[in-house]
């Protein structure tokens, strides 16, 4: 199957900034889309950006001009520059991929979160 690991979140204040990353790994044939989605205490998930295989990126309005998706395909990695953080962007950070396997079945998969806080 496939593993998605996520690393780079962290407590950082008001203005800062962070660089979210997640590698896949696993019985890996290619990767689809590849994308961020986060989700607050007592909030449901929500999108924050996604890429496609041909590095169309889409971001969710919140995020927009404050944020900037990218992918390495070599390394089957996906990353997530965040810039003049906010206290709202407060959440734990998802990273999702489509993967087809190399058995050509394709599923969607998940990493297991990383926490972002924005506070003073």
């Known amino acids: 199957q496939v593993q998605l690991v996520e690393s780079g979140g962290g407590l950082v204040q008001p203005g800062g900034s962070l660089r979210l990353s997640c590698a896949a790994s696993?019985?890996?044939?290619?990767?689809?889309?590849m994308g961020w989605y986060r989700q607050a205490p007592g909030k449901q998930r929500e999108l924050v950006a996604t890429?496609?295989?041909?590095?169309?990126?889409n971001y969710a309005a919140s995020v927009k001009g404050r944020c900037t998706i990218s992918r390495d395909n070599a390394k089957n990695t996906v990353y997530l520059q965040m810039n003049s953080l906010k206290p709202e962007d407060t959440a734990v950070y998802y990273c999702?991929?489509?993967?087809?396997?190399?058995?050509?079945?394709?599923?969607?998969?998940w990493g297991q979160g990383t926490q972002v806080t924005v506070s003073s």
């Open positions: 999702n991929a489509a993967t087809v396997l190399t058995s050509g079945k394709v599923i969607n998969s």
């Open positions: 696993g019985s890996i044939f290619s990767i689809n889309a």
């Open positions: 890429i496609s295989s041909g590095i169309r990126t």
